[in-house]
Structure formats: C-alpha cells, structure tokens
C-alpha cells in the first residue's frame, strides 16, 4: 500500500511539474500573478519543494528482498 501511495505522489509531481512547464500556463500566471522575472525561480523552489514530501515517502517504504544471496559452494 505504501508502495501505491509513493507512485501515486510521484506521478502527481510529474504531472504537476509538466503542467507548470507549459507555456500556456506559464504565460497565464506571468500575465496575472507573478512577473517573468521570478517565474522561474518560483518554479525551481517549488520543484524542489514538493520532493521532500517524495523522499521523505520513499524513505519510508520498508524494504525486501526478492532474492537472498546464496553462495555457490
């Protein structure tokens, strides 16, 4: 279930970082919100922002081994 849920953030920052890339979108929010100027440093601390949540998940999922390691004798 853990597993589940990393993937499912993972490809909600993807898709939300794919989103913030495109043009029409960035050219909505300089035109409105935020100058061009600062666009682009607001979404690199974003991009990095939203990955602590990420890693801190992924450092959460207990590990296993599919194969244990057998010694040829």
Same mark, same amino acid.
């Given at each position: 279930m853990q597993l589940l849920f990393f993937v499912l953030?993972?490809?909600?920052? /993807? #898709?939300?970082?794919? #989103?913030?890339?495109? +043009? %029409?979108? %960035? +050219? /909505?929010? +300089?035109?409105? /919100? #935020?100058s061009q100027k600062y666009y682009r440093l607001l979404f690199n601390v974003t991009a990095v922002v939203l990955l602590f949540p990420v890693f801190y998940f992924y450092q959460r999922i207990p590990t296993s081994f599919i194969f244990e390691n057998m010694e040829l004798k």
């Open positions: 953030m993972l490809a909600g920052y /993807f #898709i939300l970082h794919s #989103i913030l890339a495109n +043009t %029409k979108v %960035k +050219t /909505f929010l +300089t035109d409105r /919100f #935020i």
